[in-house]
């Protein structure tokens, strides 16, 4: 199963995969419109956006299923996160949260009852905020060098919407689905701009913690590796705007 295949990669997750930037509280902030006191994180992996919300006090409860990913997320997350090791969909009700969010996680979710859940773990009028976003090579010349050198061994490494919703649709998932439900409202989309330069050596690191390459066999992984770091430069300029989704709990709603 994909969704579980990171663990044996969490420290290359850990090393490779960029953190979040301030603007991205600052957006997810502005929406709540009060300051956000707890929160329950879907899928925290090692604890890239935990960080960026605990350090603005926010009390955060980190679920994740993988063990390896936790262990990395504890050494660098604030002593206040409370970790659970499990799977959004076996959370246990009780407990509410003025946010439920995940970062790059939620298409890992099982669709059936997910809005629902989600519901259910917000305080009525609670903000549930989605967010994450591809990182492409910026120039179209070295990308396209990149997939003849990935073609052999894998045909893509995109991860397809989950809703089948067009690249090019002014709202992209899970925002399409958001709409659609009379649990949520206030649905609303924006990029947070992020551009960065990743040497040879770390744009192939981050290639190794992607999905679909992990579902290849540990040889074959090495020679598309391999075959990547041969179609680089030294460094390359990297697009990786992050697509926030932000929603908010109707008041008086049943999950």
């Not at 917000?122 to 910026?138: D, K, M, W």
């Not at 989950?162 to 709409?179: C, I, R, S, V």
């Not at 770091?229 to 932000?246: E, K």
Request: glycine share 8%; with cysteine.
């Amino acid at each position: 199963m994909r969704a579980l295949s990171f663990g044996a990669i969490a420290s290359a997750y850990e090393q490779f995969r960029p953190g979040y930037p301030e603007e991205l509280f600052n957006v997810v902030a502005q929406y709540a419109g009060e300051p956000l006191r707890t929160a329950l994180e879907i899928g925290a992996g090692t604890g890239k956006a935990t960080r960026l919300f605990a350090e603005h006090g926010v009390e955060v409860t980190a679920t994740e299923p993988d063990a390896a990913m936790l262990a990395e997320l504890h050494k660098t997350v604030p002593a206040s996160v409370r970790t659970l090791q499990c799977a959004f969909e076996d959370l246990q009700p009780g407990r509410t949260y003025g946010l439920v969010c995940a970062a790059a996680a939620l298409h890992w979710t099982q669709p059936e009852g997910r809005w629902p859940r989600v519901a259910a773990l917000l305080e009525p009028g609670g903000v549930f905020a989605s967010f994450g976003g591809p990182v492409g090579l910026a120039d179209p010349e070295i990308e396209q060098a990149v997939r003849a050198a990935r073609a052999p061994f894998l045909d893509s490494d995109d991860i397809p919407s989950p809703d089948g919703t067009a690249p090019e649709a002014a709202m992209q998932w899970p925002g399409t689905e958001l709409l659609q439900s009379e649990l949520f409202c206030d649905v609303q989309q924006h990029v947070v701009e992020r551009r960065l330069t990743m040497s040879r050596h770390q744009y192939v690191g981050h290639v190794s913690t992607v999905s679909a390459y992990l579902q290849l066999s540990d040889t074959v992984q090495q020679q598309v590796y391999d075959a990547i770091a041969r179609a680089l430069p030294d460094s390359v300029q990297i697009d990786a705007d992050i697509t926030v989704h932000l929603a908010r709990r109707r008041k008086g709603s049943r999950d």
